[in-house]
């Protein structure tokens, strides 16, 4: 039997983060992963994929609409090779798998191929199609199993027309109308990918707007622009049916007055969140206990309720983002270490890849006032700076929430061309616990979009934005 100091099942971002991590901390690692490929659904049928395709997309609908505006010109018409483009997607996703075998033989960590399942709280059995058991033997085991797409009880995956995120990355076809539901993260980035390559895209929301959890004023400008893309919105619908007869799926809803609305589409994105995955993991026979909602119960340590097992990303509690697996992955394996860790859960950012992009950090309006913190606000229109108006990306906004009394910033929410990059200026400052006059008094280039934040700190100091 193979023993190690760590085994860490499951090779998503936290997965082999915290195995990568282990190894540079001196422990012998293994790493446990029942797919063909690492990196688990980010990099596979998650982040990255979907990153590929919401390019590739913009791409083309830059070509279509907006080239002419900026004197390009292309002669005869423009046609999409759809089976190009998924193969271009699978081509990133490939590459990014590939540097994650990389990243394990240089450090020298082990990649054991099946379904790990606890044997008892130190022994893990590994089962592969096709070959003989392997149980190996670990001082510490990380839980890094993930999540899967979640659905309603009364819907029906079919894996064909009534699909989940996995599937609308490979599709055959470019849809006639895809119905949506579900208006977060997920549902919006692909339904803009499908609305830019053609599909008539109808969203479906059991909330009262998009985006339910971040600001509502970020909610309010995505609508607005993604309504003017040609994306239909159902919001306060509640879904009751889902049936699907030959090539068409009718979706059933009812909205906030009972009256019944129906869509009919060729295909249907459940897209209501993700659960998180511990199927055929037999914790029980460790004696990790789960909690209410299915997932690992951990301790402020990421320790479960078994001294020696850890748990981390989807599969516990909190966002379910890479880059907060990540960063648990790395908390994990400092803390087994013996070193003292921190992450500030608050200072977590949440982005949606649409265009414009949503990012955001910290508290968003509602949560202080329900908080009853006394804040101010600065804001500052994309429409306003040079670098937009060049480009052309005039939608959006940087909204910046500081303390009425002490001026320290307490949220930034940002609607805008490379929002998902701009956010870490905004996570580094609240890092430092800077205020809206530390970040006004700071240079930023010229032209940027970057300006915004400066601006938008600068309205919220004293409203002195100097461009607005």
């Not at 990099?43 to 590929?52: E, T």
């Not at 599909?199 to 909330?207: D, G, I, R, T």
């Not at 306060?236 to 009812?254: L, W």
């Not at 910046?400 to 990059?421: C, F, N, P, Q, S």
Request: hydrophobic share 40%.
């Amino acid at each position: 039997m193979s023993k190690y100091d760590v085994a860490v099942i499951g090779s998503g971002p936290g997965g082999y983060v915290a195995a990568i991590r282990c190894a540079q901390l001196g422990m012998k690692t293994a790493i446990i992963e029942k797919y063909n490929t690492l990196g688990g659904t980010c990099l596979n049928v998650g982040c990255i994929p979907s990153k590929a395709l919401l390019d590739s997309s913009h791409h083309y609908e830059d070509a279509l609409k907006h080239f002419e505006d900026h004197g390009i010109e292309i002669p005869g018409d423009i046609k999409l090779n759809f089976k190009k483009m998924i193969e271009r997607k699978a081509s990133v996703v490939e590459q990014n798998t590939k540097g994650i075998e990389y990243l394990m033989d240089k450090n020298s960590i082990d990649v054991l191929q099946g379904v790990g399942t606890f044997n008892d709280k130190n022994t893990v059995v590994i089962s592969s199609e096709g070959k003989d058991d392997q149980t190996i033997e670990a001082k510490h085991i990380i839980i890094a199993t993930g999540s899967k797409p979640a659905t309603l009880p009364f819907i029906k995956i079919d894996k064909e027309r009534i699909i989940t995120s996995t599937e609308a990355l490979s599709l055959k076809e470019i849809p006639r109308h895809m119905v949506v539901i579900g208006g977060g993260v997920i549902g919006l980035e692909l339904g803009q990918v499908y609305r830019r390559l053609g599909a008539e895209v109808s969203v479906v929301e059991y909330m009262d707007r998009i985006i339910p959890t971040m600001d509502a004023a970020q909610s309010k400008e995505l609508t607005k622009v993604m309504k003017k893309q040609g994306v239909k919105f159902y919001v306060s619908h509640k879904v009751s049916k889902v049936a699907r007869k030959g090539d068409e799926v009718t979706i059933t809803a009812t909205d906030k007055k009972d009256k019944e609305v129906t869509l009919s589409g060729d295909y249907c994105l459940v897209a209501v969140g993700r659960r998180p995955f511990t199927d055929g993991l037999k914790v029980e026979n460790a004696g990790v206990k789960l909690n209410e909602r299915g997932q690992v119960a951990v301790n402020e340590h990421m320790q479960t309720n078994v001294q020696n097992i850890y748990a981390i990303g989807d599969v516990v509690r909190g966002a379910m983002l890479a880059h907060k697996a990540e960063e648990e992955g790395v908390f994990v394996a400092e803390t087994i270490a013996g070193q003292k860790p921190h992450i500030d859960y608050n200072l977590i950012p949440g982005v949606v890849y649409t265009w414009p992009e949503v990012a955001s950090v910290g508290k968003t309006e509602e949560q202080l006032k329900e908080e009853d913190i006394a804040y101010k606000t600065g804001q500052f229109s994309m429409r306003a700076l040079g670098r937009s108006r060049a480009s052309g990306d005039i939608d959006g906004f940087v909204k910046i929430l500081a303390d009425k009394k002490t001026d320290e910033v307490l949220g930034v929410h940002i609607v805008g061309a490379r929002a998902a990059d701009l956010i870490a200026e905004a996570v580094t400052a609240m890092e430092f616990r800077a205020s809206a006059e530390d970040i006004a008094r700071m240079s930023h280039a010229h032209p940027t979009y970057a300006e915004a934040i400066k601006e938008a700190a600068l309205a919220a100091t004293d409203d002195r934005a100097l461009h607005s």
